[in-house]
C-alpha cells in the first residue's frame, strides 16, 4: 500500500483545512487508518484513527470536537483516501501531519509502530 498525503497549507487560527491521503492498493479497505502529528522537536503523536470499514472512529483529546476522520473506500477502485477535516485550527496544531495504515488491531493502539505504511507527509501551519 502506498500512501500519500495532501491539503496542508498555512492558515489562521480559527479557520479549517481538510487533509486527504490517497491510498494505492487493491487491498487498502483492508487496513485501518490514521493520522499523526509532530511538531518541531517533539515525537510524532496519535490524532485519529478510523476502522477498515469506516464503522468506528476514535480522537485523541486534544482534536476530539474539532477534527472528524473519514473514508472513502471504492470497491471498485484501487485508489481509496481518508480525510482529516480540521476545523477551529488552533496555533498548537501547527505540524507535519502524517497518514498511515495498519492491519494489526491498529485502531485500538496509539502508537505509530502499530502502522505499517506511511505517508510522506504534509505540513499544517496556523498563525495566530
Known amino acids: 500500500v502506498q500512501l500519500q498525503a495532501s491539503g496542508g497549507g498555512l492558515v489562521q487560527a480559527g479557520d479549517s483545512l481538510r487533509l486527504s491521503c490517497a491510498a494505492f492498493?487493491?487491498?487498502?479497505?483492508?487496513?485501518?487508518v490514521g493520522w499523526f502529528c509532530q511538531a518541531p522537536g517533539k515525537e510524532r503523536e496519535f490524532a485519529a484513527a478510523i476502522t477498515s470499514s469506516g464503522s468506528s472512529t476514535r480522537y485523541a483529546d486534544f482534536v476530539k470536537g474539532r477534527f472528524t476522520i473519514s473514508r472513502d473506500n471504492a470497491k471498485n477502485n484501487a485508489k481509496n483516501t481518508v480525510y482529516l477535516q480540521m476545523n477551529s485550527l488552533k496555533p498548537e496544531d501547527t505540524a507535519i501531519y502524517y497518514c498511515?495504515?495498519?492491519?494489526?488491531?491498529?485502531?485500538?493502539?496509539?502508537?505509530?509502530?502499530?502502522?505499517?505504511?506511511w505517508g510522506q507527509g504534509t505540513q499544517v501551519t496556523v498563525s495566530s
Open positions: 492498493g487493491r487491498t487498502f479497505g483492508n487496513y485501518d
Open positions: 498511515a495504515a495498519g492491519d494489526k488491531n491498529s485502531f485500538y493502539n496509539s502508537l505509530p509502530n502499530y502502522y505499517d505504511y
